[in-house]
């Protein structure tokens, strides 16, 4: 089961003061305390004589959103200490020794912060779906999901975003980006009643750009495949939770990845420039737009691997799919290699690569909403 009970750490000096202290702010079984390597949704620590020390990390861990909320407590119980931990962020000041009616008030308006809050999230989100797909197996679609979910997370006016892994059984979402998630979509769907924006990101994976990661259960490990129906909840709660959702779908084409596509506002579909690629590219279309889960115009074709003197130049693929190609990416299977060996982006193995400024293009056109243009300008954004 995944706990959505707020996370509260405590740090008092005295042994007694924090024994009664965990003790009221546990018995309402409304909180829990959160484990060493977990960011707390509330911390409660005991200012000492060094509270100046104490203040400016205060600050720096809520400017860092390393914890929720802090408390602060202290034996002295001065105005000037009391403004100044205001002034840091602090909610509440308790006075020492704990009085059990001031905890629990100030825990009630805590909780009511957070469901305000929660509120206010789902309001301001519409997030769109961008699902990724491959024409074959490996084309390179994890590599330009993961790129593209990464340099979304850096745009700043890009907004809150989450990834989805739905391959099944080899899911490599949290190796290309040296996470370790503890929970999978597997894991989700059995507390679907309790889905939403709260609950989700405290499930998912947070990467230190700030992208949140959904990985894929392993079938071998004996989780239930997911349904259509699942997927339509879980992704209706990331909507409301993140600005875009980029769902790495593999070669899926089962039930939940065309529920998937059919939630999409665009539909990436990875290929190469090779025949069997572009074939599968072909039947795909056709496929995908007779089911009419997606329009036409909602599917971009991306060529990765891209070689300038290859066999079939860009025009006859464009042809032989009667569909025009979005972008390309260039050939670079040592920056490439590289990224997925050290678990990082492109752009963080080298800056200067085509292939990084080519997915920095990539991106920035994707949600700049449309035409391919002279990817020149879009450079200067990634470039260092
Ligand atoms: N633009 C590229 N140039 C060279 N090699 C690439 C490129 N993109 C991906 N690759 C390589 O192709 C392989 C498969 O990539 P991956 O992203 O795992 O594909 P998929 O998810 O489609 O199976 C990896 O070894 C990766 O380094
Ligand atoms: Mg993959």
Avoid at 349 to 366: W, Y
Wanted: net charge positive.
């Amino acid at each position: 089961m995944i706990d959505q009970k707020p996370s509260i750490s405590i740090r008092l000096r005295d042994r007694q003061a924090q024994k009664a202290l965990e003790h009221i702010v546990l018995s309402a079984g409304r909180y829990r305390t959160s484990s060493s390597k977990e960011r707390p949704d509330l911390l409660i620590v005991e200012l000492t004589d060094n509270f100046e020390a104490e203040f400016s990390q205060i600050e720096s861990l809520l400017q860092n959103n390393a914890i929720g909320e802090v408390f602060v407590t202290a034996a002295q119980h001065d105005t000037a200490l009391l403004r100044q931990a205001m002034r840091v962020g602090a909610k509440e000041f308790l006075s020492l020794p704990i009085d059990e009616i001031e905890v629990n008030n100030a825990l009630d308006a805590f909780q009511k912060r957070r469901k305000h809050a929660t509120v206010n999230e789902q309001a301001a989100h519409n997030g769109k779906i961008i699902h990724m797909m491959g024409a074959k197996g490996g084309v390179g679609t994890t590599t330009v999901a993961v790129n593209l979910a990464m340099m979304l997370a850096e745009l700043k006016n890009a907004g809150s975003i989450a990834m989805v892994d739905l391959n099944t059984v080899f899911g490599e979402i949290p190796l290309f980006l040296s996470v370790k998630p503890n929970y999978h979509w597997g894991q989700i769907a059995k507390n679907m009643n309790r889905l939403d924006t709260t609950f989700l990101l405290n499930a998912m994976a947070k990467h230190t750009s700030g992208l949140h990661i959904l990985p894929s259960p392993s079938y071998l490990n004996g989780h239930p495949p997911a349904t259509p129906q699942m997927m339509e909840q879980l992704l209706t709660a990331m909507k409301k939770t993140f600005d875009y959702i980029i769902v790495d779908a593999g070669l899926s084409l089962e039930g939940p990845a065309l529920k998937t596509i059919e939630m999409s506002d665009q539909v990436i579909l990875i290929s190469l420039l090779n025949l069997p690629c572009l074939n599968n590219t072909r039947n795909l279309l056709k496929s995908m737009i007779g089911l009419g889960t997606v329009q036409e115009g909602q599917i971009r074709i991306v060529i990765n691997r891209y070689l300038k003197n290859a066999d079939i130049s860009l025009k006859e693929a464009e042809e032989s799919i009667r569909k025009e190609i979005f972008w390309n990416i260039p050939n670079d299977y040592k920056t490439s290699m590289s990224a997925i060996n050290r678990g990082v982006p492109l752009y963080e193995v080298s800056p200067r690569a085509n292939i990084s400024k080519s997915m920095a293009g990539f991106t920035d056109t994707l949600i700049s909403g449309g035409k391919r243009k002279a990817p020149k300008k879009s450079w200067r954004l990634f470039g260092r």
